[in-house]
Each structure stands twice: as C-alpha cells, then as structure tokens.
C-alpha cells in the first residue's frame, strides 16, 4: 500500500503570468494570420470575378465584330466615327462598357473596354498594313496583293487584324487588364 505525500494545495496550482501572456500572444499571431489569409482570399475572389467579367466582354465584342458585315467591320468599331457605314457616329465604335467593372481612372472615354485595329497613330480610319505590331503579326498583306504597303486598306482588307482589351480598376485600388486578339479573314 502506497501512501501520497502530496499537499492537496500543490495540486490546484493554477498558471502563471508568463504562461498567460504567451498563450495570448500565440493566439492573437493566429487570429492576425487568419485574418489576412481571409482577405488575401476575398481579394483574389474578387479579381477573379473581375477577369472573368472582362474575359466575357471580350469575346462577346470579337463575337460583335464578327457577326458584323465583314467589309464593314473596321469601320463600324475603329475608334472614329466620322466613317460609319450608316452614317457619322452610327456604328458600335470602338469603346464599350463592361457590367461590374470600371474604367482605370485618366481613362479618356471612361470605359474599360477597346477595339484596336493595326492603325497608325493618330489616325483611327486608316488600316494599314506597315504598321508594327508584332502580337498582331503586323506588319502583313491585309489586301491579298503579295505586297505590304503604306496605303489605307480600309475599304480593300481581306483579313483583319483585331485586338480587344479591357482595363479596368478595381474596388481596392488594383488594377486589371484582358486583352484577346485574331485576325479575322474573308473566306
């Protein structure tokens, strides 16, 4: 038989300040690191949804632009208005708006979405076939005559090099930015 010489007064030792100071701090390190993965994740679900919307608007303006006569679809969605096929400023053009996102600020039309076309500076109702641009396989024979010129090829392509970009800014500050591109031909 065993007999305990234990006081019962050790055995109630509660903790001791140090060790409640410490145990507090580790958990308000993982409470801070919680927090930041949890608006970390907030974010990047926010940006991803903003891809996606840009992505869709994207496509759907290429799939615009394609259901558009194909003579007429450079001067329905250059950015000039002065040559639509129906008549000044009739057409599209080639700034668009996109649900649920906004345009970077100094943007100058204040819409996050754009159709660029393989155009010289400064003059968005020419299509020429010197311009370079190398995501656009630029410079190349637009018209199908074996040659690449400086002429306009606005009323004569036979295929069309299209760029869709959206750039937008998001809620926190961050920006974004989607940009699709093909060339388009008349089969």
Known sequence: MSISTRSPIASTRGLTLLEVVFSITVLAIGITALARLTVGLQRSASMSHET???????RAMLERIQAESFSQAFRSFNATG??????????????FAV???????GDPDGQPGEVLFPSPAGQPDVLAESVQDPRL????????NGAIDALNHATDYQLLPVRVRVRWQSRDGTTGAVELMTILANY
């Not at 649900?99 to 600020?105: H, I, N």
């Not at 396989?137 to 199908?144: A, E, H, K, T, W």
């Open 137 to 144: 396989c630029m410079p190349q024979d637009l018209s199908g």
């Open 99 to 105: 649900a649920g996102l906004r345009a970077r600020p």
């Open 52 to 58: 996606e919307l840009a992505t869709q608007a994207a």
């Open 82 to 95: 002065a040559d639509d096929p129906g008549g000044a400023d009739t057409a599209p053009g080639a700034n």
